[in-house]
Structure formats: structure tokens, C-alpha cells
């Protein structure tokens, strides 16, 4: 733990640029490099979260109602799984990586040396508000940069609490959070950092990049969009119903990975309503608005906005409302118009459209007819499609037979494309995201073959 004064926005005692001068002064005196001072920050962070698991997971209750086995697999376990990961593998990450050097530079050695960047700016999303901010911040510390975090607003239970605990467990002459919405990250993307990391949606996904442009600081920007899910039906019916029940209702639909609509054919489309039905029933019960494992929308403006998709829509699952709790009940809508908000905006809420279509091919064409999406999804037994829908579509991820499970494995990295971001973390390429790979060539005095250097001649030109 440090003695040092907190750095945060709510106590603000110094103005954002000097916050971020301290940063950079720590940054350059070397202690955030060495091996020995990122195992003891990621360990500081291990029992930071071991120690308030229970205050943790309330936070994540107020702010998204969410279960506590929803708030151990998709936050808190998440995260100590991460940490566990980034011990594990922390110290061959950060040896130098060997490439072969061509004749005409021998004898020589050349590798790439990882180093940190300096001090970066991590702004995250609301849906999964502590993971979406401590993940990069494992990543960012493992590479040993100095980091300003700055959670979201609209989950202020779970900002405040990641504002407290870094302060009591973090070395906070290296790590600062910042609290607050729109004038406080303005304020902040005015500095020049070395690395702004962003999770969040496309439009301020453009003020990030702009505001980068300034001081050419690199971006990684994690956005949204619309995931599709394509449902051959060959596929195991019951199962693929399950499967998009457990990835479109978790967390209520706010998943950037959600399957955001349903892409199957005219022929399987009763069976595959049939299925949902009866496996959002076994998973969620006759009540869903009444069940505790079922979560709340984050605020009462996106409830508002989800109910006003269905406003002229009919729905063939769900649509219930309770206002007071901000819950919306599993909605499934069938054939709404292409050209409706439901059909144009990522929903990010538990509303899924489900689009027939005439044959397989034709699902292919209408995800390539939209923006690359974040995550797509395939439901098939039949190689010879997958191996289609692979060569022939984009996304920044795909999951075969599943949904959302790409997450769990740290071994793929994970990131938009397009419109849906740029830049990928998890695992290795979190910390290779942080590093910069310094080219290095070691050259031997002892060869030293004269052709290069003047005076020239013709002979020297032939050889
Ligand atoms: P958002 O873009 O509204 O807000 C994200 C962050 O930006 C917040 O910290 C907020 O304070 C800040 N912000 C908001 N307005 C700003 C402004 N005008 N100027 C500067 N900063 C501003 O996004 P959101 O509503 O929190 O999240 C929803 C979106 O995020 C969805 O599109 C979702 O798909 C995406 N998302 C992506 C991932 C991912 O990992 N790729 C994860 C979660 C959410």
C-alpha cells in the first residue's frame, strides 16, 4: 500500500495537467519497469479484489442489479483469472523476442525489446463497469506504464469504489482515478498522453481519436455495434437456443458482444422461437422481471430508449416493463422493418430481432451489407458453410456454436474492426498494446567488410 496522497477527481486538489505531470514524472524515474514493481502492483491488485468482493459485487448490484454469479463470472472472477494469467506469463512476456538477422548484416544480433509507453488514459463503459476498467489497467501495468483510469459515470456506485480502492491499494505516485462524465474525460483527452485506451460507444469513439490527433497519441478504441448471430438450422436447435439465451439476456442484453440480432432461415424459424421460448422460460422463469438473476437497465433514459423500439413494433416474446426496478423482460421481435431504430442502432438491451431469411447465402449478404461488427456468431454443423462464412465475412471475433465463450480463452485477442474499434487486449496483446516493441540490431566490430563506406567505385557497384 502507498502513503501517498490520492490523486483523484473528487477530491481534486491539483488541476488534471498536473495530476498528469506527477504521472510522468514517476514514469521517468524508472520504477514502473522493473519486473519486480509490476508483479507487486498486479498482487496489490489481486487482493484488492480478493478483499472486497462482497463490496464489489453491491456496487455492481445498484448500478445493473446484476446477480452475484453473473458479478463473479463476467467481473470479479474474470479479473482474478486475468491477473492470475498475467503473473503466470509476465516475465517471458517482457524478454527480448529474437528475429533472424539477413547476411549483408552479419554478424549481428537483432531482436525486439518490449518497453513501456509512459503514462496512459483508460476510459471505460458502464455495462461492465469494473472489468472494462481494471482489464486494460492489468494490461497497462504489466507492460509498466503509470495509468489514469476514469470509469464511467453512469455506473457511479462502481466508480466510486474503484476511485477508493486504487487509492488504499495501489502505488499512487504511478496510478490515479478520475471521476466524472463528459467535462472531466474532455478535460483529461486535452493532455498528451502516450496511450489512450477507450471502451465505449462509436460517437465519442471519434472525439477520443480526434482529440488524439493532437498530440498523436495512439488510440485503442473498444466500440460496439450490431453483432450478428447466423442460425443454420442443421445446427442443434435446442442447444443453439440455449446458448443465444445465456449471450443475448445476460447483463440484459447491455453486452458489447451481445448477438445483437438473429439471422435464419423462413424453414427453421418457428422451430428456433419455439426453442428460445422454452429455454428463456427454463433459464428465467415464467416472471422474468421478478427474477433476481435477471439484471436492470443502467438508467432510466436507456429504458426509455429501449421500450421506444417497440413503440410501433409487435413482440412474440416479452415486452413487459417495470419502471420502478428498470427492467425490461426478454423480448424477441420477428421481421421488424430493416429501416426501423430497432433494425439501424446497436440495441444494447434485451431486445432480439430475429430476421428470416430465404436461404443461408442471403444471411451472409446482409452482414456484409452492414459495418463490421464487433462479434459474430455461427450456429452450423455444416464445414463447408463455416469455412463461407469465414472466408467471406469481417468481425473482430467469431464464435462457432456459442456465444460470448471467445472471451474466456486470453490466447485470443480481442477488438473491433472498422467501425467497431481498432486495437486489440486480453492476454498477450494487452501487453503488447502497453509496449513498445523497440527494434534493436547488435552489430560485431570484429567483420567489417569495406563496401559501403566512400570512396565508391564501379567494382563496388557489381558486388
Ligand atoms: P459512451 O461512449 O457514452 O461512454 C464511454 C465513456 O466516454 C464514459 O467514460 C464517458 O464518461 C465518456 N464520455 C461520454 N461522452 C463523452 C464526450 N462527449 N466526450 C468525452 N467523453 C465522453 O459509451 P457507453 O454508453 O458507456 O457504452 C456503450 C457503448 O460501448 C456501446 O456501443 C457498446 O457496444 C460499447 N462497448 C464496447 C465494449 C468493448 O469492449 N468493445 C465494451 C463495452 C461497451
Known sequence: MSSQPAMQAADAVKPFSELVSALKNSFSTGKTRPLDWRRAQLLALKRLVEDNQQEIQGALQADLGKSESEAWSTEIGYILADIKHTLKHLSGWMKPRKVSTPLVAQPATSFRLPEPLGTVLIIGAWNYPFQLVIAPFIAALAAGNCAVLKP????????????????????????????????????????????????????????????????????????????????????????TARRIVWGKWLNAGQTCIAPDYVLVTRQYADSLIEALRAELKAQYGEQPLSNSDYGSIVNPRHLQRLVGYLSDLDSVIGGE???????????????????????????????????????????????????????????????????????????????????????????????????????????????????????????????????????????????
Open 152 to 239: 464511467s459515470e453512469l455506473s457511479p456506485h462502481t466508480s466510486a469504489l474503484i476511485a477508493r480502492l486504487i487509492h488504499r491499494y495501489m502505488d499512487t505516485s504511478a496510478v490515479a482515478v478520475v471521476e466524472g462524465g463528459k467535462e472531466q474525460t474532455t478535460d483529461l483527452l486535452s493532455l498528451a498522453w502516450d496511450h489512450i485506451f477507450y471502451t465505449g460507444g462509436e460517437q465519442v469513439g471519434r472525439i477520443v481519436m480526434r482529440s488524439a490527433a493532437e498530440h498523436l497519441t495512439p488510440v485503442t478504441l473498444e466500440l460496439g455495434g450490431k453483432s450478428p448471430c447466423i442460425v443454420d438450422g442443421n445446427a442443434d436447435i435446442r442447444a
Open 321 to 463: 416493463v417495470d419502471e420502478a426496478a428498470r427492467k425490461l423482460a426478454p423480448t424477441l421481435v420477428v421481421d421488424p422493418p430493416l429501416d426501423s431504430a430497432l433494425m439501424q442502432e446497436e440495441i444494447f438491451g434485451p431486445i432480439l430481432p430475429l430476421i428470416t431469411v430465404d436461404t443461408l447465402e442471403q444471411a451472409v449478404e446482409f452482414v456484409n451489407l452492414r459495418a463490421k461488427p464487433l462479434a459474430m456468431y455461427l450456429f452450423t454443423n455444416n464445414k463447408a458453410f463455416e469455412q463461407k462464412v469465414l472466408a467471406q465475412t469481417s468481425a473482430g471475433s467469431v464464435c462457432i456454436n456459442d456465444t460470448l465463450m471467445f472471451m474466456t480463452n486470453p490466447s485470443l485477442p480481442f477488438g473491433g474492426v472498422g467501425c467497431s474499434g481498432m486495437g486489440q487486449y486480453h492476454g498477450e496483446s494487452g501487453f503488447a498494446t502497453f509496449s513498445h516493441f523497440k527494434s534493436v540490431m547488435k552489430r560485431s566490430f570484429w567483420l567489417d567488410v569495406p563496401i559501403r563506406y566512400a570512396p565508391f567505385s564501379k567494382l563496388k557497384l557489381k558486388l
